[in-house]
Nanobody
């Protein structure tokens, strides 16, 4: 059974940092590109970042460029999202998702997927 599990969310003050993890079980991540998404209350889901299967290419939403970094460790079957300089508007539930199609591509409109496997999400709250 393919499963993704996010962890690392929590409450952090503005300007702080968090590192989210996305661990896979039941399949190996090195055949998939991985996307991080977030959804805030009352808002549509937003594509935050994407990383190709080898980790050679990544892409970021304009709202997080320069603050977030996506990384992957295929040996650990895990993808990370390092989030620095967090802002209140980063508050959301963060999800990771895996796409088997086009594993080496994270270009424009990468967030359209298709992402077939999704985690359950982890809450990130940025507040003083």
């Amino acid at each position: 059974q393919l499963q993704l599990v996010e962890s690392g969310g929590g409450l952090v003050q503005p300007g702080g940092s968090l590192r989210l993890s996305c661990a896979a079980s039941g399949f190996t991540l090195d055949a998939y590109r991985i996307g991080w998404f977030r959804q805030a209350p009352g808002k549509e889901r937003e594509g935050v970042s994407c990383i190709t299967n080898t980790g050679g290419t990544s892409n970021y939403a304009d709202s997080v460029k320069g603050r977030f970094t996506i990384l992957r460790d295929n040996a650990k079957n895990t993808v990370y999202l390092q989030m620095n300089s967090l802002k209140p508007e980063d508050t959301a539930v963060y999800y990771c998702a895996a796409a088997r199609q086009s594993p080496g591509w994270c270009g424009r409109d990468w967030y359209r997927g298709p992402f077939a496997s999704w985690g359950q999400g982890t809450q990130v709250t940025v507040s003083s």
